[in-house]
């Protein structure tokens, strides 16, 4: 009998909470999500900043488009100005209710 109870003791003590085989790609997985999690934390933190450049690339490229065709059509920018004008009115009238 205190044989078997040397023997189960001696298992207990000897076994291990976590085997080698899921040490190591549990290790690995880790080591590679820590940074990969905080690279793309960098990233979603500047979304903000990129999105404004983006915006701005964007008008520059528009408004160069729109030069380029208002100086072909010259009418056709005096109707522009009384279309955005009567947009501004009406954005100004809804947005003070």
């Known amino acids: 009998m205190r044989k ?9 003590s000897e076994a ?5 085989v899921i040490l190591w790609p549990s290790m690995a997985i ?9 690279y793309l ?3 979603v933190s500047r979304l903000d900043t990129i999105q ?7 008008k520059l490229k528009v408004i ?4 380029g065709y208002f100086d072909q059509n010259p ?8 279309w955005r004008s009567k947009g501004k009115k ?4 809804t947005t003070k209710k």
Do not use: H, M, Q, W
């Open 4 to 12: 078997n109870i040397g023997n189960i003791n001696g298992a207990v």
């Open 16 to 20: 291990k909470l976590i085997p080698k």
């Open 30 to 38: 880790l080591a590679f999500s820590i940074p990969s999690l905080c």
């Open 41 to 43: 934390g960098f990233k």
């Open 52 to 58: 404004k450049e983006s915006f701005e690339a964007g």
């Open 64 to 67: 160069t488009n729109l030069r």
């Open 75 to 82: 009418g056709l920018y005096e109707s522009y100005g009384v």
């Open 90 to 93: 009406v954005d100004t009238a």
